[in-house]
């Protein structure tokens, strides 16, 4: 009845493949911010400014024909697709010259002239309008989030484990964003608030993977004193990784039922979140474990041993108590 | 073995039953429950704008223009003074912000200073007694240039006083519609947030909210030519007001630019019809029943123009005295419109312009296909995640299940008592706690087999397990609680509401995994006294 997925002698020599890892995510991260650059991020209204309709027609909707009335009120590029289903469009206007009131003055002339065209037989599901200053802030805000998340996160590494961990669960996670931040360049992906929420989500899930990993290279440093620090780092991703692969299957399972089942509106933000622990699992293992490597943790570990720690050495019977009383690292 | 002490279990039993008392009140219909009687819990989750559908406005005051027109009654004032007190003067007007003037002679400065500081009111201090300075700074530039402009305070005062001022008008507007629970609270110096749940067509609020609604009763010139006046030959004292439908007869009007009466002198205001037509009844307060009769009086036969927002509606001939206090506006009006206005007049006039910053309405349509979406996926991931874990971990698996259970119980149990909102991304954070609670079962579990293949016993296997997995948990999660407190910073509206069930969702399932799991797999080890673990 049960199975596994990985058998218990499972030592895969992660390691060796570093280097060739290394390079790969390094090309990745260039051509993401190149991406960044051009094709460039589309920005939703949240951060640029302007209005979106979702609208329901009675019967399948007849874009073309809706393309040429909108576009004739002159309110420059109008964005118009289907959403969903058939009979749903999203109309998305760009942000109008001057103020708040002449944006406004655009979402009337759109409704006046769909309700020409459809009278009755148009609902509006969804009408968002932003104005220039409250996207301004908004987008602010979420780099202000972001820039934060990771620095509370470097300093919560520094304080749990040692400066050396910090930074490799950093550079992992400047990769994730980074990526994930391309992903949405070179897919034209609309970038909004959603967005920033699941760019956060996965800085937290990325980084509880990688904090996992390190709780275990941590305790196998004190435990292998003698073990070759490339050798320790493999035994400790070989250790955890049922875990990595069973918690990133469940959270895959419930993020493609929310992505095929949770509606229109929230594709994109899963979509994110799917990318996200895809990246944000191999990040940990390819990203955050070689620099430990590159920063001479094994320095670190001696350190420690110096300090006193009270270490039962290289068994693995027996509940030394010293083992868990010194888990607070 | 000293863990399943039974205060903990008692804990776990307490906290679960009393959960889903609390969550019970999500399965039926807010009718339903509302007619429980009152020793049953009723709080339900409270969903977001997104969700029930509804109309999120974000208004700017236009404070600027307050500011403008204080200045400007301002320098009448001052221009009355200096008349009064036979001071001559030149070049008084509005310049940088302040009222500024040049005395002919500047040797009759301390007089015209101490008619300025006559006219420059002590502030109220505040509740520490603190502040209390002065409303205006008086500026003395020598040579008889003087000025007179808003303090800091007067001017944060001022502000204060028309954003107070806005807030209750735009709640009083608000309120004429009848809708259900809006919000409206001031945000920053010189916001309103407006929050209207529920709303199909949030143009009429936008209308509503567009418009300030200043009412004043002007007599017309009837002396003046129009023409003239368009030319911009005024006659002193009046000033050209457009008429609201030029089509419909006269462009404009010549009227005095003192206002006889104002909207403020209203106490009731309703759409009523007059010869088949819609129009707008009004009845004054006793000061404006008074005035309005003088004026009927002496001014009999003649024309009054009713002006709102600087258009003339209605220009009507005075026909006889009027001395009930009361009249009508009649004009082009629909009855929509009429309805309209007699709701703007009796909410009252805003002081100030408002600007839609922002605006995010939902039919409720499109709120009721999310919220199912959201439970169908919700429903989806759960089932497939615990029969995963089920087939994985065997009876253990089926534990999982159990803390994943109580997880999703704990959860919609928190979010009813918090009064928490409930947003589309927040059904989102839901599914993904689902997803990323199993891991600290998933941990827990990993840690069990671990040491069991290191040749512990099965009750040294368990407890080595929990206690080793349990630092990793801690750790893990607090990462993921930082992300999302900063979310809830920095977020609006719905990502607050995704940052709200993550956080939750995180607490919860340490809840899980330190009590129901830990108890659980003790409990059925005590049963069953097993030789080898099944995971």
Known sequence: ?329 | MKALQPWKIWLVIVVLVGAIIAAVPNLFARDTVEAWPDWLPKNQINLGLDLQGGSHLLLEVGVDTVIEERLEDLVSEVRLALRRERIGYRGLGVQDGMVRFTLTDPSQTPLARAQLDEMNPLLSPDMFGIGGGREFTVVDAGDGRLAIGFSEEGRAERVRAAVNQSLEVVRRRIDELGTREPTIQRQGDDRILVQVPGVRDPSEIKELLGRTARLTFHMVDMDASLSEAMDGRLPPGTMLVPSVDPEDGVPAWVVQRRAELSGENLVDSQPTFQDNQPVVSFRFDNTGARRFATLTQQHTGRLFAIVLDNEVISAPRIREPILGGSGIISGSFTVESANQLAILLRAGALPAPLTILEERSVGPDLGADSVAAGQTASIIGIILVGVFMALYYGRFGLIADLALFSNLVLILAALSLLQATLTLPGIAGIVLTIGMAVDANVLIFERIREEMRAGRTPLAAIETGFSQAMRTIIDANVTTLIAALLLFEFGSGPVKGFAVTLAIGILTSLFTATLVTRLSVLAWYRHTRPATLPL
Not at chain 1, 57 to 80: C, F, H, K, V, Y
């Open chain 1, 1 to 329: 009845m049960k199975f596994r997925l990985v058998p218990d002698d499972t030592r895969i020599r992660f390691m060796r493949a570093r280097v060739i890892a290394m390079a790969v995510s390094g090309l990745l991260m260039l051509g993401s911010v190149v991406a960044l650059f051009y094709p460039g991020l589309n920005f939703g209204i949240d951060f640029q400014g302007g209005i979106l309709m979702e609208v329901r027609t009675s019967g399948p909707a007849d874009l073309a024909t809706m393309r040429r009335e909108l576009n004739q009120l002159g309110l420059g590029e109008i964005g118009i697709q289907e959403f969903g289903a058939e009979t749903d469009v999203l109309i998305r206007i760009g942000r109008q010259e001057g103020d708040e009131e002449a944006q406004q003055v655009a979402v009337m002339a759109v409704q006046d002239a769909l309700g020409d065209l459809y009278g009755d037989d148009i609902s509006y599901r969804r009408t968002e309008f932003v104005g220039p200053k409250v996207s301004e802030e908004l987008l602010r805000a979420g780099v202000m989030a972001i820039s934060l998340a990771l620095v509370a996160v470097l300093i919560y590494i520094w304080f749990r484990f040692e400066w050396q961990y910090g930074v490799g669960a950093i550079v992992a996670l400047v990769h994730d964003v980074l990526l994930t931040l391309g992903l949405f360049a070179v897919t034209g992906l609309e970038v909004n608030l959603t967005t920033v929420a699941a760019v956060l989500t996965i800085v937290g899930y990325s980084l509880n993977d990688t904090v996992v990993i390190f709780d275990r290279v941590r305790e196998n440093l004190r435990r292998y004193r003698s073990m070759a620090i490339t050798d320790l780092l493999d035994t400790s991703l070989n250790e955890t990784l049922a875990r990595t692969l069973m918690t990133s299957l469940t959270t895959l399972l419930a993020l493609f039922s929310l992505y095929f089942f949770g509606g229109e509106v929230i594709k994109g933000f899963t979509f994110a979140l799917i990318w996200g622990v895809l990246v944000g699992t191999y990040s940990t293992i390819y990203i955050a474990t070689p620099i430990l490597l590159l920063l001479n943790l094994r320095a670190i570990g001696a350190k420690a041993e110096g300090k006193g720690e009270a270490d039962t050495g290289p068994t693995i019977e027996g509940p030394g108590p010293a083992r868990r009383s010194k888990a607070g690292g």
